[in-house]
């Protein structure tokens, strides 16, 4: 069994930072690509920012010169830093990972931003 733990949300004012991490535990053979999805209340879950096993990364317009995702192959973390944050940044933040070949998902973080 795989689980995928996220830490780091919490309310935060615009214009302010938040860095969140996620920790990948239990039988775990290969960890490809990591990443972070975002889901605003009443709209879809999107994409936030993604990072390939070479560190590749890929990130939403939206979000792109203000977030960097980074990950350590050592330890099976991947990490958000959220800088410059936006009341529209506001969101549950789900990590995600293909882990084995498989598709996991966190449970979620709450992030807030004040306007």
């Known amino acids: 069994q795989v689980q995928l733990v996220e830490s780091g949300g919490g309310l935060v004012q615009a214009g302010g930072s938040l860095r969140l991490s996620c920790a990948a535990s239990g039988r775990i053979f290969s960890i490809n690509d990591m990443g972070w999805y975002r889901q605003a209340p009443g709209k879809q879950r999107e994409l936030v920012a993604f990072?390939?096993?070479?560190?590749?990364?890929n990130y939403a317009t939206s979000v792109k010169d203000r977030f960097t995702v980074s990950r350590d192959n050592a330890k099976n973390t991947v990490d958000l830093q959220m800088n410059s944050l936006k009341a529209e940044d506001t969101a549950v933040y789900f990590c995600?990972?293909?882990?084995?070949?498989?598709?996991?998902w966190g449970q979620g973080t709450q992030v807030t931003v004040s306007s």
């Open positions: 995600t990972a293909r882990v084995n070949w498989s598709r996991y």
């Open positions: 990072i390939s096993s070479s560190g590749t990364t």
